[in-house]
């Protein structure tokens, strides 16, 4: 069936409408049986001539065959129709699950490229102080610290890395990359004493 439009999808209104064609259709048809009943019960198949070889005088022969004649035409419009709702249904199926197949791969290339763009955490947060220069800054438990200041994965030791980039900026502020559910965040520290111990908390 080509595509209503001239090649645009078929939607779910195409669908419906194929549909209402198809009701009037068969209300169509039912008609005509109706009129053939009406003629003496005669259906699609009884003679027309009676005995004798004589058109039959007790019912109107060119209702009948003009019925008949309808309902051979409209149960042909009919099948027709129906292949092309068929098809039209077939066509919105595969194009939801095409659609459906897209977004999947889509999401899952957005989730492999984020997970190739995230850079090497060296540490994780396990508590924050509240109230302390950390928590102000926005440092939450369970951050993955991928840069501290000028500290990153590969010139990472040990904590006392930390600890020497953090006597060095007392009062400025530090640039802290963190991982946190899966994304980059961006975290900017000042160490500063406070009512706690050490500059951070």
């Known amino acids: 069936m080509a595509e209503p439009g001239g090649g645009r999808p078929v939607t779910i209104s195409d669908?419906?409408?194929?549909?209402?064609r198809k009701d009037e259709i068969e209300a169509q048809i039912k008609a005509c049986y109706e009129l053939l009943e009406g003629q003496k019960g005669v259906g699609m198949h009884e003679p027309l001539v009676d005995a004798e070889g004589f058109p039959r005088a007790d019912i109107d022969l060119y209702q009948v065959r003009t019925a008949r004649h309808n309902i051979i035409c409209l149960q042909n419009d009919h099948k027709a129709l129906m292949k092309q709702v068929e098809e039209a249904l077939h066509k919105l199926h595969a194009r939801e699950k095409e659609k459906h197949a897209r977004d999947e791969a889509e999401a899952l290339a957005e989730a492999m490229s984020?997970?190739?763009r995230l850079p090497q955490?060296?540490?994780?947060?396990?508590?924050?102080?509240?109230g302390s220069p950390a928590s102000v800054s926005g440092l939450q438990v369970d951050d993955e610290i991928v840069e501290?200041?000028?500290v990153n994965v590969n010139n990472f030791q040990n904590l006392q890395n930390i600890a020497t980039v953090v006597q060095h900026s007392e009062g400025r502020p530090l640039s802290v990359t963190v991982i946190r559910?899966?994304?980059r965040v961006h975290v900017g520290l000042t160490p500063k004493r406070w009512a706690g111990k050490g500059l951070l908390g």
């Not at 669908?15 to 209402?20: G, S, W």
């Open 114 to 116: 984020q997970n190739q």
């Open 121 to 130: 955490a060296f540490a994780k947060v396990n508590a924050v102080t509240p």
């Open 15 to 20: 669908v419906q409408q194929l549909v209402r």
């Open 181 to 183: 559910d899966g994304r």
């Open 148 to 150: 501290f200041g000028s």
